[in-house]
Structure formats: structure tokens, C-alpha cells
């Protein structure tokens, strides 16, 4: 995966990308930091073989650089998303879409993102979801069908905005 990442281009919104940035920012400046002041107070303990401090210290200190590499290279990586430039004659990434069960009459809105920022609970769903692959493209009043685990299901498509 790591390989597949240091070539490939995330769609990202402006917003997630400013995130991501801020959060690699405070991860070298501040955490960096906290963390070599963790390993140098668990080294006066004594023996680094049975320190379990040092152990957990040293540790966090890999976790936390190999999250400022991900980090790193997402951002290299990053094709940003701005809202101006989405159109709402289709569904695409940047985009919100309400949509219409067929069977049901259920109604649910959707923020179309990038695999990066999906997250069902807050209503983002990747281009890369079942849901997601079968909206891109598609324009208000076309109905879509999508097979998921649960089964198939049949949406409308009610309005697209930004």
C-alpha cells in the first residue's frame, strides 16, 4: 500500500487538507517534543533493558513518525478539491447529493469525498463506496442501483448541491 500511495493523487476538499497540514505541523513540533522528553526522562530510570518507560516511549516515538510520514506523503500527493470549482450538474467529489430510496421513500444526503475523508457517520462517502461508484456522473432524477452486502437498493437522485 505504501508504494501505491508514494504515485498516487488523493482527491482531498480544501478543508481536509488544512486539516491534514495542521495536524502534521503540531505532530513535529509539539508531539516530536513530548515524546523525546518521554525517552530522555524514562533513560534516568537506569537499565534500558527492563525499562518498560523507555520501551513505551520509544514506541510512540515509531508510531508517531510513521504517522508524520503518511502524513507527509498524503499531502504530497493531495489533488484539492475546492468548492468553486464543483459543478452541481452531476455528482461528483465536492458535491452534496439527496437521494430517495425507491422502495422505501427514505431520504438521505450524502457530501461526496475522497476515499481520505470518508466517514459514514458524519454522511461522507468516498467516490469509491458502492454508493458513492454509482452516484459520480449521474444528474438529479436518474435513479441509480446499488448492491451492497444488505442487498440491492434503488436511489433517486433528488438534488445535487455544493
Not at 24 to 52: H, M, P, Q, Y
Not at 116 to 121: G, Q, R, W, Y
Not at 132 to 155: D, M, N, Q, S, W
Amino acid at each position: 500500500m505504501a508504494r501505491e500511495m508514494d504515485t498516487a493523487k488523493f482527491q482531498l476538499s480544501r478543508e481536509a487538507y488544512e486539516k491534514y497540514l495542521k495536524e502534521l505541523e503540531n505532530l513535529k513540533t509539539v508531539k516530536r517534543k513530548e515524546v523525546a522528553e518521554k525517552i530522555k526522562i524514562a533513560r534516568s530510570f537506569g537499565d534500558l533493558s527492563e525499562n518498560s518507560e523507555y520501551d513505551e516511549a520509544k514506541a510512540e516515538q515509531a508510531a508517531l513518525e510513521e504517522r508524520i510520514a503518511y502524513l507527509e506523503k498524503l499531502i504530497n500527493n493531495a489533488k484539492i478539491i475546492d468548492k468553486d470549482e464543483v459543478s452541481t450538474d452531476f455528482v461528483g467529489i465536492g458535491t452534496n447529493v439527496k437521494i430517495q430510496n425507491v422502495d422505501t421513500g427514505e431520504i438521505v444526503e450524502y457530501s461526496i469525498v475522497g476515499s481520505k475523508e470518508a466517514n459514514p457517520f458524519e454522511f461522507k462517502i468516498s467516490d469509491e463506496s458502492p454508493v458513492g461508484k454509482a452516484l459520480i456522473g449521474k444528474k438529479v432524477g436518474e435513479v441509480v442501483e446499488v448492491t451492497v452486502p444488505a442487498g440491492k437498493f434503488r436511489y433517486k437522485i433528488l438534488e445535487i448541491s455544493k
